[in-house]
């Protein structure tokens, strides 16, 4: 096994040091679950690459969302360019799952459109965990929904090696069974080829291709080569192909699944014509026999996932394998903003299993494709070995099981959480008028938070009306726009910003120094401790940052958030104090707004749509069709650069442009 090494020409400072010792011994102990609980700013990331570093096991990252899973995976591969980081995200850039809306009677298929990188990312993470320990896999959520078990994985594969005598034409089908597919013109990602006596395959999870030279049935040379270019990069003496897809079976196994899915479409049929079910049961029949059909000729089916319970052999009821299953027995799992992360692992099974229940109950699907799921949280917490829960707010549940809770507190940059004032709401606009105008002299920002859209739009009007530059932001505004918006207010093209839930993780507004908070007493989610806490660390990336809450009492969140903040303060001071270090605003490019999320990017997608709009007539069926494909064409490219925000807001896009041909 090749070592974990960090490389950066930083060392830890503040107190991170600290927390990779004290994380770094609990995991030596043996504590299964702690907690790593650090500030904004504070470093949390170079403090995770460190403690990989310093225990030495393969680790699994997760993120509550692909844009952060990103930014995490581009940190990693910085900090680890000598080891395997890899990326494990949902590979669809749109996705529909099937339903069925029994109070409408409406159908809904499947549609989805997968990403191809992506794709190849996750087989790349499967195939590294199966070869090599120094392996980091950064992972959504998603990686709690079932895959192919590990030992099959395994077992799917092709290998050969020079001076081997092969059957060409049983390592051809054997490669079609891998889910490759054969073209004799074209090479692509997942695709192979035979030219006389070579053969060429590109592996569904690399960026390079293989060459085969064969003499009759010897092999008597392999080469990896640059499928674009052809330039041969590697003599090799052994060559090793994974399956093309994440679930593919070996024949035999399918074969064996048709008894029992055959048994269980008679058992369905039955109970429902006993029930007088007529339409279910012809509806169910007509579909499960349909696939039946594709699997014993094919191999495979649409919708294959579905049967995987029984393609197993699992029992009813019992958990699949997942992506934690390819990992060794001894690892490390990162749960990164654990409170937000958290409730949504928590929440899958149930999403999950009450949308296929309707989809059994009305014939669309047989019982077994209940167990095709997520993981329960509590099947979840127990295929994982050693757990950090990372987060500025960690909730009951990570303290409740964590064995130790680790405090990073301390800014390397010297910087403090903001100073926090509780006033009455009587006169809250007056107030907030001069406060914002304070701000507005130094060359700083404020952020108003309200609690409904109406109010921050009205706000907004109110606000403009007096004079200020200002603009509101809520879940109605198109994603590239609040990019933006954003980028805008940095810029100082505006100076006010009101909004609802500005909490987003991975937002850094350094020339945010005034943060007032409206309602702050009303009890909810964004008026929870966590929220308030969240709130008041945007504050945090300014020298001069202040927050004030708008209240008529003092509720107990506000009480507790107030109080940690003000502890939190005394240990930054203190160790300014020790370090002589004087607090300076944080100072970062205005292309970091958002990770990844650049200015151009977002004009340069804005402005094509407007071109293409302009060049083509969205009216004219010939010209529309046009459009979309080059919308489609746009969106796929920024998905595969991992923006996918931006590929969101182009898929909309065309959902607009289509639905004017329903017209």
């Known amino acids: 096994m090749r070592a974990f090494e960090v490389v950066s020409p930083f060392q830890p400072a503040g107190d991170q040091g600290e927390a990779i010792g004290a994380l770094a011994a609990g995991i030596e102990a043996g504590d299964q679950f702690q907690t790593l609980q650090g500030v904004t700013g504070s470093g949390k990331t170079f403090t995770m690459a460190k403690l990989i570093e310093a225990v030495q096991m393969p680790t699994l990252i997760l993120s509550h969302n692909k844009t952060l899973a990103a930014q995490l995976y581009r940190e990693f591969k910085g900090f680890f360019p000598h080891n395997a980081v890899e990326y494990f995200v949902s590979y669809y850039d749109y996705y529909q799952p099937e339903a069925y809306v029994a109070s409408r009677d409406l159908y809904i298929e499947k549609d989805a459109s997968i990403n191809d990188e992506i794709e190849r990312m996750r087989l790349s993470a499967a195939r590294n965990m199966m070869e090599r320990n120094d392996v980091i896999i950064v992972a959504t959520v998603s990686c709690i929904y079932g895959m192919v078990t590990p030992e099959v994985y395994r077992k799917m594969t092709s290998t050969f090696s020079v001076g081997e005598v092969v059957d060409v034409e049983a390592l051809i089908r054997r490669f079609v069974e891998l889910q490759y597919e054969r073209n004799d013109a074209v090479l692509e990602r997942g695709r192979f080829r035979r030219r006389g006596d070579t053969l060429e395959i590109f592996p569904a999870y690399m960026e390079e291709a293989y060459r085969v030279d064969l003499d009759w049935d010897r092999v008597q040379r392999i080469r990896r080569f640059n499928p674009i270019s052809g330039e041969i990069l590697e003599e090799l003496d052994r060559a090793l192909i994974y399956p093309a897809k994440q679930f593919v079976m070996p024949a035999e196994m399918v074969q064996k699944a048709m008894e029992p899915i055959k048994r269980e479409l008679a058992s369905r049929l039955q109970w429902f014509r ?12 007509t579909r499960v026999e349909y696939d039946i059909e594709m699997l014993s000729e094919m191999g495979y089916c649409p919708g294959i996932e ?11 009821g019992e958990s699949p394998d997942t992506l934690i299953d390819y990992l060794p027995e001894r690892h490390l799992t990162f749960i990164d903003e654990s409170h937000v992360t958290l409730p ?19 014939g669309f699907r047989l019982p077994c494709a209940l167990d095709n799921r997520p993981l329960r949280y509590d099947e979840f917490a127990a295929r994982l070995d050693k757990t950090v829960f990372v987060s500025a707010t960690p909730g009951k549940t990570e303290v409740d099981q964590s064995t130790r809770v680790v405090q990073q507190l301390i800014r390397p940059t010297g910087l403090l959480d903001p100073e926090i004032e509780v006033r009455p709401s009587e006169g809250q606009m007056e107030d ?45 505004v198109e994603t590239i726009e609040r990019v933006e918006i954003l980028t805008q207010l940095r810029q100082g093209k505006f100076d006010i910003l009101v909004g609802i839930n500005l909490l987003r993780e991975g937002i850094d507004l350094p020339e945010v120094s005034f943060i007032a908070i409206l309602d702050a007493d009303k009890i909810g989610f964004l008026r929870s401790i966590t929220s308030l806490v969240q709130i008041i660390g945007r504050a945090a990336r300014n020298a001069a940052g202040k927050v004030i809450m708008y209240a008529d009492r003092r509720s107990d969140a506000m009480e507790q958030a107030i109080a940690e903040t003000a502890r939190r303060r005394e240990i930054q001071v203190a160790y300014n104090e020790k370090h002589g270090i004087t607090p300076v605003t944080v100072k970062k490019a205005i292309a970091d707004i958002l990770t990844r999320h650049i200015e151009e990017a977002a004009d340069a997608a804005a402005t094509s749509i407007e071109a293409l709009k302009k060049s083509h007539n969205a009216l004219i069926p010939e010209q529309r069709k046009k459009l979309i494909k080059a919308l489609e064409h746009e969106m796929l490219e920024h998905a595969k650069n991992l923006e996918f925000e931006q590929a969101a807001a182009l898929r909309d896009e065309i959902e607009k442009i289509k639905s004017l041909g329903k017209i």
């Open 306 to 316: 579905n049967y995987s319970a029984l393609l197993a052999g699992r029992k009813p």
């Open 274 to 285: 006993a029930e007088g079910k007529i339409m279910e049961a012809e509806r169910l029949k």
């Open 432 to 476: 907030i008028y001069g406060e914002v105008r304070k701000r507005i002299a130094a060359g700083e920002r404020s952020l108003i938070l309200t609690l409904t859209k109406k109010m921050a739009e009205d706000l907004t009007d109110y606000l403009s009306g007096l004079g200020l530059k200002v603009r509101y932001i809520h879940s109605e």
């Open 344 to 362: 949504q692992l928590g929440a899958m099974y149930a999403g999950d299993r009450s949308r296929k229940q309707s989809l059994v109950d009305y």
